[in-house]
């Protein structure tokens, strides 16, 4: 028996390929600082809640394949909001931002054919690409660049007969970047210009902490509907990542009725969880503003934290929750699992995400990690420490310096 190529050419995850480690390592009695997963400590909104206890329709029925009509309908204010108008046929439900882009890739790629993405990049891109058969065309960045992409002459260098589209996260994941106006027009004039899929994860959308920047959405460029196909989910923005509600947003009619024919395989996406993610939507622009400057703190501490230790280097993040950085390791792999098996200070420990998997060309980001910043102050504080002191003991002990 065989297991298929697309399988194959799937790697684990970054975020959780060390949680056999930390499994033992918490039973042998360590405390391990989790910084490896962008999961958010921030409180659900109570509206989730008291719509789901509310909720008792007698019988537990299927949904619609592309959502319940309320939840649509919150998403369709939500946009209008931010200066994006929509029809409800322009949005799809999907089982989180992961379901929207694993079927948008399934729709819009043939065995060989290629997607732009920019790297350091969400390791996942790499498991939806590679399941539809697809390739990853990357887009180097550099560190001492702050990992800014937005180069028309760079990304034009990739475009191949086999490219089909260019795939960005704004504001980034890994490296928090956020694109200006004038950035995200040349984008998506390239993306017009050799007819492209621009294919846009903004599941970090509020997470911006210079002002300048606004609430950055691609959809509020008209004359890129045929092109533009927006990822979007409700995991970070209202910290409720186990609800696993996100939606494609397209207006591009063929393309609607092709992620449609995928939604077959899975009926519909749970109804209570769409009904939930419904009364999200109705939180006021307080909770938003609260969050962004909670996050903000937590940012600041991290790269004060981070410049303080010998030999890392790092950018400050403009956006989301997470930062890339370099260490001074030899692996950030052999590290991890180092911290894990035969470090702690009081009995605890960190984890952070390696930077290799965040990357597709080889060799890069070996001694690179990525911190997501979601746990609170005290937390980082002390996960900073430790990182340091990990640091330092790992050089003397491992490498011998």
């Known amino acids: ?21 930390a499994v033992k390592a918490e039973k042998e009695g360590k405390k391990i600082y989790h910084l ?9 909104p109570e509206a989730y809640f008291e719509a789901i206890r509310a909720f008792d329709p007698g019988t537990l029925a ?4 592309p ?11 939500y946009y209008g909001k931010i200066g994006v108008d929509l029809e409800p046929n322009d949005i799809l439900i999907t089982t989180g931002g992961s379901e929207a882009l694993l079927l948008t890739c399934l729709s819009i790629l043939d065995p060989y054919t290629e997607v732009i993405v920019p790297e350091p990049y969400y390791p996942n891109y790499t498991t939806f690409v590679h399941a539809a058969g697809g390739r990853i065309r990357a887009l180097p960045t550099r560190p001492e660049e702050g990992y800014r992409y937005a180069n028309r002459k760079r990304i034009e260098s990739l475009i191949t007969k086999n490219t089909r589209a260019i795939m960005i996260t704004n504001p980034g994941n890994p490296t928090g970047v956020v694109l200006t106006q004038e950035e995200m ?15 846009c994860d903004e599941v970090y959308r509020e997470f911006c902490y210079d002002d300048k920047f606004g609430v ?16 979007d989910s409700v995991s970070k923005r209202f910290s409720a990542c186990g609800a696993r509600v996100g939606c494609v947003v397209t207006k591009n009619k063929e393309l609607q009725q092709a992620l449609l024919k995928f939604c077959q395989s899975r009926l519909a996406v749970a109804t209570i ?24 703190k937590r940012r600041d501490l991290v790269i004060e934290k981070l410049r303080q230790i010998p030999g890392v280097e790092v950018e400050e993040p403009m956006g989301a929750f997470y930062v890339m950085a370099s260490l001074p390791v030899d692996d950030a792999d052999k590290f991890q699992q180092w911290l894990l098996e035969s470090f702690d200070h009081k009995g605890d420990t960190v984890m952070f995400a390696p930077g ?4 597709e060309t080889p060799g890069k980001g070996y001694n690179e990690v990525r911190i997501a910043y979601v746990r609170d102050c005290k937390e980082l504080e002390r996960a900073m420490d430790l990182l340091a002191r990990g640091i330092a003991k790992y050089r003397y002990e491992v490498m011998g310096e």
């Open 1 to 21: 028996m065989k297991i298929s190529i697309n399988a194959n050419r799937c790697e684990p995850s970054p975020m959780r390929k060390f949680h056999p480690l």
């Open 356 to 359: 290799a998997p965040f990357y």
């Open 36 to 44: 490896n997963i962008g999961q958010p400590d921030l409180k659900t």
């Open 273 to 296: 969880d769409q009904l939930g993610a419904a009364a999200l939507y109705d939180v006021d622009a307080e909770f938003y503003r609260e969050s962004k400057e909670e996050y903000r």
């Open 62 to 65: 299927y949904e619609a394949s």
């Open 67 to 77: 959502g319940m009509p309320v939840l649509i309908e919150a998403i369709r204010k």
């Open 185 to 199: 027009r040349m984008i998506a004039d390239v993306a017009k210009a050799h007819n492209l899929f621009l294919i």
């Open 216 to 231: 950055p959405c691609m959809g509020r460029f008209d004359d890129i509907d045929e092109n533009l196909v927006i990822i």
